[in-house]
């Protein structure tokens, strides 16, 4: 069995050609049972997003990819000229490898852009819940979900540039370093105000104090925030212990002017103050930044840092690539040792059959048993062949060298003569999943 | 032998910088393996000295300015093995091979005159040593703070930003920097003072210790300069001089420890020239 992936992308294919080529036009699922209704191949997950159209199918021979490539053109009805020579194609560990990098965002338009790997996981949703799926492609998918998590915490490829708060926590890590004693004081409690605060809770800080006109709403954040209200008449005091201050309300006027800091900046005997106005229109004096060990930064100021770490994403590019190799690797290696799992499949059905057989030939003699007895009997000797075959079934799965698991199987073959079972291997795929769990 | 230091300073310079540039760990790990073999070095070579003069090289100001150097990178060292933070090696190493020039280029040993045959001369001289490797450090510190301080500042996020650590750890380790170099100054400083008045009762006085006086510009400016770090440590605990000031200060303090060291050492002392 062998894995192929087969498709179009914005690298290879026009954008006109993308556009008619779109398997999520009458949804993936119909592409998928389209595609199953051809015996295209045995597992099937279709991808399908504005910059790409992707077929990973398992098949038993290199015809598979033939099937999946003509059906590109067939089910879009246009001449397949139009799309061979767009079309890609990859084997095996290859295949693997192209799939972990699509989701990791190394084969974007935008490299490192985080939805990708929300639209792999819901393709993978669909084929999932169709059944198209099996041992394979689960294990594939799975293994490229891992990739898109490391490459985003492992790498600065996803960072920073996703959003304003990022770059906000950032900065003030830079200036306080572990934020975990700092306390922060939250002016506001709309919508802009609530997600930063959630960003700052997630930095374990010390305290989140909300200050608003309405003490009630400040009360409604400070819950969601397990924080504290404060009332708007007292925000002086809240100035001189927090260290970071985040300044969210629908003033028309700015609420810190420069005498206000000038001032607070006097009880603070000068530690670092970080102001962050989210506010449009701006909630601080701009002249509040020329304040000594204060440091200002409003909503432009932070879309620009957003805009200059997408710039610098490109560096972070080869330790993304080092990670999709790592999983690569490990998925071959799983490939190989899978092979292994007709042959325990088979070993167990083998002794499965012999235990039923003996049970079938004493049959007169445990008649005379009572009902409770004879199932002992059944239940005692199931556990007898399940203890015996433990052992062996670990050892199995444990090899991972190709000529071994070819050794390990042509001996087990002969020394339980399972040649015979063999073609019955197939109809044992369903327990394949149990024995390899 | 005694270019060897220097050499290695020099090659550790130069990888710092271009670990600073590229962020290279590799790089960075050979720089630090440089500096050590720098510094065993340099142990070597004072250990040799010590041999030959039969006492410690820390006669005439070239003697001090090597054994300064050597304190300096033995700290250097500490500080970065304990921290995992190697961002300062590349102002350090440099400061290393711009005060090992002059040793390297003038490597005679001073004999020691019989006057200075005393343990509190070893103690006076050591603790100055010490007290001023740490000011080094405290300048780099507040040189680096003040460079990242402009950054976050101006809002220009750039080179200094994505390589030095947060403003609070260097100014945390600046403060400690000028606590450990003051306590050493004023051991320094008395030790000094005790030693210069059992001498002066003593037969024969030699006439450099006749000039021992706060009109002794060498004297004089060294105890200006216990005056700023005085200052310093006051200022941070009851005015709130942390931060930018307190890096100005560092640096500024430095300058005047440095002059003091090289260019009064050299030409305008008639009690410290030995």
Not at chain 1, 292 to 304: E, G, H, K, M, P
Not at chain 2, 113 to 125: A, E, I, R
């Amino acid at each position: 069995m062998r894995l192929f992936a087969v498709g179009l992308s914005h690298r290879t294919a026009p954008v006109e050609l993308r556009e008619t080529v779109d398997f999520a036009r009458k949804g993936l699922g119909h592409a998928l049972a389209e595609l199953s209704g051809r015996g295209a191949g045995r597992e099937l997950v279709v991808l399908a997003t504005c910059n790409r159209a992707e077929i990973y199918a398992v098949g038993d021979t290199d015809e598979t990819a033939e099937h999946v490539g003509r059906f590109f053109s067939e089910y879009h009805e246009i001449p397949h000229d139009r799309v061979r020579e767009h079309l890609y194609i990859y084997r095996g560990p290859d295949a693997a490898r192209h799939l972990f990098r699509v989701a990791a965002g190394l084969d974007s338009l935008v490299v490192g852009e985080p939805q990708i790997l929300g639209q792999v996981k819901a393709a993978y949703g669909v084929a999932s819940d169709g059944q198209f799926t099996a041992a394979l492609t689960n294990r594939l998918f799975h293994s490229a979900f891992t990739v898109g998590k490391r490459v985003r915490s492992e790498t600065g490829l996803g960072e920073g540039a996703v959003s304003v708060s990022y770059a906000a926590i950032a900065l003030a890590k830079k200036i306080f370093g572990d934020l975990k004693g700092r306390a922060v004081l939250i002016l506001g409690a709309g919508e802009m105000a609530k997600l930063t605060g959630i960003h700052l809770q997630s930095q374990h800080v010390k305290q989140i104090t909300i200050a608003s006109r309405t003490l009630a709403t400040a009360q409604g954040l400070a819950a969601r925030l397990d924080g504290v209200a404060a009332p708007w008449e007292r925000i002086d005091q809240a100035l001189s212990s927090a260290d970071i201050v985040v300044t969210a309300t629908g003033a028309s006027e700015p609420v810190l002017t420069r005498t206000r800091v000038d001032e607070v900046m006097r009880h603070r005997r000068n530690r670092p103050l970080f102001v962050i106005d989210i506010a449009v229109p701006r909630d601080v004096d701009p002249a509040v930044g020329q304040v000594d060990q204060v440091f200002l930064y409003n909503i432009d100021d932070l879309r620009t840092i957003v805009q200059e770490n997408l710039a610098r994403r490109g560096a972070e590019l080869a330790r993304a690539e080092a990670i999709v190799d790592e999983e690569v690797a490990k998925y071959s290696a799983w490939m190989q040792s899978r092979e292994i799992v007709p042959t325990v499949v088979a070993l167990r059905q083998r002794f499965e059959a012999i235990r039923r057989a003996e049970l079938e030939r004493l049959e007169p003699k445990l008649a005379g048993l009572p009902p409770e007895a004879r199932a002992r009997v059944d239940e005692v000797t199931r556990l007898i062949v399940e203890k015996l075959l433990l052992t062996p079934t670990e050892q199995l799965k444990a090899v991972s060298d190709e000529a071994m698991i070819v050794a390990y199987a042509d001996a087990l073959n002969r020394l339980f003569s399972l040649a015979q079972d063999k073609d019955r291997g197939q109809a044992a795929t369903e327990e394949e999943s149990e024995v390899s769990s | 032998m005694h270019l060897l230091p220097l050499l290695l300073y020099a090659a550790a310079a130069a990888a710092y910088i271009a670990h600073f540039a590229w962020r290279d760990p590799r790089v960075g790990r050979l720089a630090t393996g440089l500096v050590a073999g720098g510094v065993l070095a340099h142990t070597f070579l004072i250990g040799m000295q010590t041999v030959q003069a039969g006492h410690a090289p820390l006669v005439g100001t070239s003697a001090a300015i090597s054994a300064f150097v050597w304190l300096l990178g033995l700290a250097y060292l500490y500080i970065e093995l304990t921290s995992d933070e190697r961002s300062m090696g590349v102002f350090v190493s440099v400061l290393l091979v711009g005060l090992d020039i002059i040793p390297a280029l003038d490597p005679a040993i001073t004999p020691r005159p019989p006057v200075l045959q005393s343990p509190l001369f070893t103690v006076h001289v050591m603790s100055l040593l010490f007290a001023y490797a740490s000011f080094a450090l405290a300048c780099v510190l507040g040189v680096t703070y003040a460079l990242l301080f402009k950054e976050i500042k101006a809002k220009q996020l750039g080179f200094f930003y994505t390589r030095l650590p947060p403003l609070a750890t260097l100014d945390l380790m600046n403060s400690r920097a000028i606590t450990v170099g003051w306590t050493f100054l004023t051991i320094g400083v008395v030790v000094g003072v005790v030693w210069a008045w059992q001498v002066k009762g003593s037969p024969s006085p030699d006439p450099r210790v006749q000039a021992m006086s706060l009109a002794d510009p060498k004297i004089l400016v060294a105890l200006v300069s216990w005056g700023i770090y005085s200052f310093a440590l006051f200022a941070r605990k009851t005015a709130g001089w942390s931060g930018r000031r307190a890096a100005y200060l560092s640096g500024i303090a430095f300058a005047v420890v440095l002059l003091n060291f090289v260019l009064v050492g050299y030409f305008l002392t008639a009690s410290h020239n030995f």
